[in-house]
């Protein structure tokens, strides 16, 4: 069973607003090298919805589609990060087996639950990580180097399966956890690129295969990948990052850390909301 594609004015619109989604993404990863999927994941899931493909995995596309655009914005991170000398390979090579794992084990927790739940995960998890974006100290310190043995074992995967519950790269939860370990913070943003990467590529390779049901599909979907989304997005962000960077440059980025980290609370707080049926 198929439902009819929307119209074309309604196309249109949906083109535009992606490409306002990607725009504002990427000024956000430049200026305040937060990944974009904090804002993609709800930007995506108020599109598609307002396509009418609110279907009970439309959750699995949203997270599926940022991860996507995260393989293109971390190869393009860390290549950049290490032309400057700033990734630490060793912490990479020693973290990302783990990361790996855990997110392959994302990709089945995510598939095996609808689309609320999803919904209800990611706000909980906003709730939390949007303070901490905007509030924590760089001298929260809990070590002078990254674990390593059990506690890594833990860490790691942690760190694969929670971003893929958000849709998102390895920075939001890999920065903090380096700088609470000694790791300076160009280095900690340099090697979370990296994770990044070891998030999304196993992950959205798993989404391809994740089967949704074609009346649930917004066009040009492939598994849970929308590749119209991810297109717009990835053309959007690699024009408005650099004009983030230099704004980043030319300004406090740390006033706008607190609006930014205000903006995803309330975000993932509505989220949670629906999620709830309120």
């Known amino acids: 069973m198929s439902i009819p594609l929307p119209d ?5 619109q949906m083109l535009g607003l ?3 989604i990607g725009a504002f993404a ?3 990863a430049g200026l305040l090298g937060v990944g974009g999927g904090l804002v993609l994941v709800p930007a995506f899931f108020y599109a598609f919805q307002t396509l009418g493909y609110a279907g009970p995995q439309l959750m699995q596309i949203c997270l599926a589609t940022s991860l996507a655009t995260m393989i293109v914005t971390s190869i393009r991170s860390v290549l950049s990060h290490h032309r400057k000398g700033a990734v630490d390979w060793a912490v990479l090579r020693g973290w990302a087996p783990g990361i790996a794992l855990g997110a392959i084990l994302g990709v089945v927790v995510v598939a095996n639950l609808r689309s609320t739940t999803l919904q209800a995960i990611f706000g909980v998890l906003g709730v939390i990580v949007g303070p901490y974006i905007g ?3 760089a001298d929260w310190q809990l070590g002078l180097a990254m674990p390593k043995g059990l506690a890594r074992l833990v860490l790691a995967p942690a760190i694969g399966i929670l971003s893929v519950l958000m849709g998102i790269g390895g920075a939001i939860f890999g920065v903090p956890l380096m ?10 943003v340099a090697t979370a690129a990296g994770f990044g990467l070891t998030i999304a590529v ?6 391809l295969l994740l089967e ?3 009346e649930h599909r917004p066009p040009l979907t492939v598994g849970a990948v929308n590749f119209v989304a991810f297109a717009v997005v990835i053309a959007m962000t690699l024009i408005t990052a650099p004009l983030g960077v230099r704004l980043a440059h030319a300004m406090d980025p740390r006033p706008l850390k607190r609006i930014f980290a205000v903006f995803i ?3 993932a707080l509505n989220m949670l909301r629906k999620a709830l049926g309120w």
């Open 8 to 12: 074309t004015s309604l196309l249109l």
């Open 202 to 207: 196993p992950s959205v390779a798993g989404f």
């Open 135 to 137: 509030f924590s100290r």
């Open 26 to 28: 990427g000024v956000l």
């Open 265 to 267: 609370t309330l975000v």
């Open 18 to 20: 992606l490409m306002a």
């Open 179 to 188: 700088g609470l370990y000694g790791v300076p913070i160009h280095r900690a």
């Open 212 to 214: 949704i049901a074609p």
